[in-house]
């Protein structure tokens, strides 16, 4: 690895997962160098363990060799950037070896599976830092152009004193009830269902937007279906369907957290509501180009929500891609996210979200499941509340 103060002419990169994310990632190691300024780098090893299936997703995606160990790629002079795309209960082990190693490391969210495993992976972020190891977290709607702006704005001040959000993150692809079991359906490899897979999103954009921090949360959980059609028959699902909390922040503020893969109708609708004493925001992925902002210092009689349609080369990453109001795509954020990722490398500035910001979304995770498993603030209605004579 070279040292920090003599950085390489190319980084090599290394991939390891090439499933869902690491298609969206592969896709945008492919193009960012075409829309931003980045330093050069080469998409060297793709890492998974069917050697057929990497070979041919390595043809596929853009990668030059590839491995069935994830190790191997660690012990390599020529690697200096490792992109964790695997399952979530591969997180800690890989992060933490790899930054040992003096990597720089990209890492899918959340951050780990547990709260001791995200201590951890935090831990050795920081002492990679030290040494010039860059380190962050995948959250990567941080980078749509929408939620960049609306952090801008919220910063300015333009929608005053935030008094409480609403963020629900809702799809429906385990609605069907004949829907296979996945690792994302069992808690020793995904450590939460919803809650960790997406709910991490909302909580995230949160802290986010808001600058904020959460102080206090209460929870349910709730598993509709438990169990699916595994390999060998009937498997028990033993994650959250839907998640429900109700998160108390530093400033005052006040949030509520929702978050299904089984809100029939719904496909991937992280859905954004901020509200003020000077105005409000209102975000929809399902509509990611597009801002609503509602400017409450207007006289009563010409407010209303107006739509921003943030494509104008002004707003955040657009003057990079295409004239005004040739809008982006989910896929995009992806590009964002490593063009900021590489800047950060260049520049030897630690990235954000960090390690240590992963790690508040999964204290917040840990403490709405705790809360849930409690059940303390939980009142049993022993009565139904109807009147004792509904009368003919
Ligand atoms: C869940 O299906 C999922 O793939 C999440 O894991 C991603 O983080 C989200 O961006 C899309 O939905």
Redesign the pocket.
């Given at each position: 690895m070279s040292p920090p103060n003599n950085p390489p002419r190319t980084l090599g990169v290394a991939m390891i997962g090439y499933a869902?994310m690491g298609k969206a990632h592969s896709n945008a190691w492919r193009n960012v160098a075409s829309y931003f300024d980045v330093p050069a780098f080469e998409q060297k090893v793709l890492v998974g363990r069917d050697v057929d299936a990497v070979s041919e997703a390595a043809a596929k995606y853009g990668w030059k060799e590839t491995a069935t160990d994830w190790r191997t790629v660690l012990d390599r002079d020529d690697i200096h950037v490792v992109d964790i795309c695997a399952p979530g209960w591969m997180h800690a082990e890989i992060a933490v070896a790899a930054l040992e190693a003096g990597k720089h490391v990209l890492l899918e969210?959340p951050l780990a599976n547990t709260l001791a495993e995200a201590e951890a992976m935090t831990a050795a972020a920081r002492a990679a830092r030290a040494k010039g190891v860059q380190s962050m977290v995948g959250f990567?709607y941080r980078r749509v152009p929408a939620l960049a702006l609306a952090k801008e704005l919220i910063s300015e001040g333009r929608v005053g004193t935030v008094r409480h959000v609403r963020a629900a993150y809702l799809?429906d692809?385990l609605a069907d009830e004949s829907s296979p079991m996945t690792w994302r359906l069992k808690k020793e490899t995904a450590g939460s269902g919803a809650l960790g897979?997406?709910a991490s999103?909302a909580i995230d954009q949160v802290l986010f937007l808001l600058g904020d921090q959460v102080t206090e949360a209460s929870g349910r959980l709730q598993t509709f279906v438990n169990q699916r059609p595994g390999a060998n028959g009937l498997e028990d699902v033993t994650v959250d369907d839907t998640a429900w909390a109700t998160l108390g922040l530093a400033s005052g503020a006040t949030a509520s957290v929702e978050a299904s893969r089984m809100a029939t109708g719904q496909k991937?609708s992280l859905k954004l509501e901020i509200y003020g004493d000077k105005g409000a925001i209102v975000f929809d992925l399902e509509n990611l180009n597009e801002l609503q902002f509602l400017d409450a210092t207007l006289p009563v009689r010409e407010q209303g929500f107006r739509r921003i349609l943030v494509n104008e080369p002004e707003h955040p990453y657009i003057s990079a891609w295409w004239p005004q109001g040739h809008v982006l795509g989910w896929e995009h954020t992806f590009t964002h996210e490593i063009r900021d990722f590489l800047a950060a490398i260049d520049g030897g500035t630690p990235p954000s979200p960090s390690f240590e910001e992963g790690l508040a979304v999964q204290g917040v995770l840990a403490a709405i499941e705790e809360s849930a498993n409690a059940k303390s603030a939980l009142i049993q209605l022993t009565t139904a509340a109807v009147p004792a004579t509904t009368g003919a």
């Open positions: 869902f969210k990567n799809q692809w897979d997406i999103h991937n």
